[in-house]
T-cell receptor, first 114, second 118 residues
Framework: GDSVTQMEGPVTLSEEAFLTINCTYTATGYPSLFWYVQYPGEGLQLLLKATKADDKGSNKGFEATYRKETTSFHLEKGSVQVSDSAVYFC?????????????FGQGTELSVKP | GAVVSQHPSRVICKSGTSVKIECRSLDFQATTMFWYRQFPKQSLMLMATSNEGSKATYEQGVEKDKFLINHASLTLSTLTVTSAHPEDSSFYICSAPPTVTGLNYGYTFGSGTRLTVV
């Protein structure tokens, strides 16, 4: 079945460091891909998305490119801030226009130190 | 737009009792609702999909008789944890898909319910 694999955390970085969180997926066809963020004690928020190969999603300085050839959707940010400390989830769905279910990766906890 | 209101946000109950969690779509009609469970520092596990006017579809390994899901109207889906035990303690989250509101709104998540069974 469909699955998402993320790099294990926690990831600890200093402020202004470069961030990469790896995400790879297994799915038939052309799934839509998402990154969600969960701040401490809160629900999930959509960070960015991409719906087809080579699409780049971006938001709040974060970027991720849909790579069909490597089945990846790595999350990057050039300069992290303390406020970026959160858990990040990569997710996919194969039937976005039909309201299909989201499959989540295991989540990667990011901690940014001043 | 596209807000899902989930209540309660926190609940503590005694072993053997039942707890109901509600998710309401405030400004749109949700014909489908996904219910997830999240263990501490772990991912969201899809438990079931509720559909208005029909039986819920449960994921493999989820006990249908323990986790009762009802989708009574186009704006309300409920999850009832029956005869709760400490191992049912978890964070439960509902999510409405972008079928009605369009992809721009994405999947809309409730704020979650922290259930603690003592």
């Amino acid at each position: 079945g469909d699955s998402v694999t993320q790099m294990e955390g926690p990831v600890t970085l200093s402020e202004e460091a470069f961030l990469t969180i790896n995400c790879t997926y297994t799915a038939t066809g052309y799934p839509s891909l998402f990154w969600y963020v969960q701040y401490p004690g809160e629900g999930l928020q959509l960070l960015l998305k991409a719906t087809k190969a080579d699409d780049k999603g971006s938001n709040k300085g974060f970027e991720a490119t849909y790579r069909k050839e490597t089945t990846s959707f790595h999350l990057e940010k050039g300069s992290v801030q303390v406020s970026d400390s959160a858990v990040y989830f990569c997710a996919l769905t194969r039937y976005v226009n039909q309201g299909g279910k989201l499959i989540f990766g295991q989540g990667t906890e990011l901690s940014v130190k001043p | 737009g596209a807000v899902v209101s989930q209540h309660p946000s926190r609940v503590i109950c005694k072993s053997g009792t039942s707890v109901k969690i509600e998710c309401r779509s405030l400004d749109f009609q949700a014909t489908t609702m996904f219910w997830y469970r999240q263990f501490p520092k772990q991912s969201l596990m899809l438990m079931a999909t509720s559909n208005e006017g029909s039986k819920a579809t449960y994921e493999q390994g989820v006990e249908k008789d323990k986790f009762l899901i009802n989708h009574a109207s186009l704006t309300l889906s409920t999850l009832t944890v029956t005869s709760a035990h400490p191992e049912d303690s978890s964070f439960y989250i509902c999510s409405a898909p972008p079928t009605v509101t369009g992809l721009n709104y994405g999947y809309t998540f409730g704020s979650g319910t922290r259930l603690t069974v003592v």
